[in-house]
T-cell receptor
């Protein structure tokens, strides 16, 4: 059984388009995260939600908007895609009381052309 | 601001040899410390963590790490590497600030481990 799943796994799109990445976890966790891994492999947190409430919001362009319909799902919508948005995006989840023990999805490789 | 440095981008070892992956952090106080592993096509998996207490921590898959406050280091070790250990390894830190940071991990750049038969 997949614990944290992301769709799609690969996403190739043109500049200016709007795209979404979906994340689902079946671990019963109440906190979910989005990370961006750039071309130099640095993994940086973007957002964190706990029970559908935004609790971490790093310095991320307004074009990125997370949406959490329930605590098992955290989607990432990106408007007006730019070349610099090309990266691997990871979703993760945890229990709030052990928020550093995070379980990661396999990643979504986004390529903007 | 806190930061994590993994000085070795790529390490190659022979199967059965010992392994040490280096991690240095920069932070005003002792942070929480972690090692994650990422196998090809997979998400990151937590190997081990240090919060406080004994500075030598044991993790899964036979890995251990030692926290050395004087050196601001948290190096990962394994006495005998298996071919299945080939993966990318990430060191991470988080503020030791109680419940206010909610999982805000800062990762190093990663070290790719190649294992020769």
């Amino acid at each position: 059984d997949t614990a944290v799943s992301q769709t799609p796994k690969y996403l190739v799109t043109q500049m200016g388009n709007d795209k979404s990445i979906k994340c689902e976890q079946n671990l019963g966790h109440d906190t979910m995260y989005w990370y961006k891994q750039d071309s130099k492999k640095f993994l940086k947190i973007m957002f964190s939600y706990n029970n559908k409430e935004l609790i971490i919001n790093e310095t991320v362009p307004n074009r990125f908007s997370p949406k959490s319909p329930d605590k098992a799902h955290l989607n990432l919508h990106i408007n007006s895609l730019e070349l610099g948005d090309s990266a691997v995006y990871f979703c993760a989840s945890s229990h709030r009381q052990s928020s550093y023990e995070q379980y990661f999805g396999p990643g979504t490789r986004l390529t903007v052309t | 601001a806190q930061s994590v440095t993994q000085p070795d981008i790529h390490i190659t070892v022979s199967e059965g040899a010992s392994l040490e992956l280096r991690c240095n952090y920069s932070y005003g106080a002792t942070p929480y410390l972690f090692w994650y592993v990422q196998s090809p096509g997979q998400g990151l998996q937590l190997l081990l963590k240090y919060f406080s207490g004994d500075t030598l921590v044991q993790g899964i898959k036979g890995f251990e790490a030692e926290f050395k406050r004087s050196q601001s280091s948290f190096n990962l070790r394994k006495p005998s590497v298996h071919w299945s250990d080939a993966a990318e390894y990430f060191c991470a830190v988080a503020p030791n600030a109680g419940g206010t940071s909610y999982g805000k991990l800062t990762f190093g750049q990663g070290t790719i481990l190649t294992v020769h038969p």
